[in-house]
Nanobody
C-alpha cells in the first residue's frame, strides 16, 4: 500500500517560517521526482517546488529565494523549508512522488499565513 504522509503545516504570521515533511512508503519502483504542490481556495493546484533523484530542483517563480526543497533518497522523504511566508502562500500543500509508472499524492496539509 502506497502512502505519502505529510506533516508540518499550520498557522503562522507573515514573515514566519514552516517546514513541511513528506515520507513515502510502499512504492516498489525508483522514485524519479518528489515535490510539493499547493491549492488555494478557488484556484488550480500549482507546482511549488520539485527535486529529482539526482538533486536537480525546480521552483515556482513566486517562491524562489524563500522556499527550499530537499530530499533524503534513503528515506524516500522530501522537505520544504518555507521562509518569509506571505498571506498569499496560504493553501493546502500536497506532496507528490512520481515514478516511471505512476504518480502518487499525499492527503494534503494546510498552511495558513496571517497578515
Amino acid at each position: 500500500q502506497v502512502q505519502l504522509v505529510e506533516s508540518g503545516g499550520g498557522l503562522v504570521q507573515a514573515g514566519g517560517s514552516l517546514r513541511l515533511s513528506c515520507a513515502a512508503s510502499g512504492i516498489r519502483t525508483s522514485i524519479n521526482a518528489m515535490g510539493w504542490y499547493r491549492q488555494a481556495p478557488g484556484k488550480q493546484r500549482e507546482l511549488v517546488a520539485a527535486v529529482t533523484s539526482s538533486g536537480s530542483t525546480n521552483y515556482a517563480d513566486s517562491v524562489k529565494g524563500r522556499f527550499t526543497i530537499s530530499r533524503d533518497n534513503a528515506k524516500n522523504t522530501v522537505y520544504l523549508q518555507m521562509n518569509s511566508l506571505k498571506p498569499e502562500d496560504t493553501a493546502v500543500y500536497y506532496c507528490n512522488a512520481s515514478t516511471y509508472l505512476s504518480n502518487y499524492w499525499g492527503q494534503g496539509t494546510q498552511v495558513t499565513v496571517s497578515s
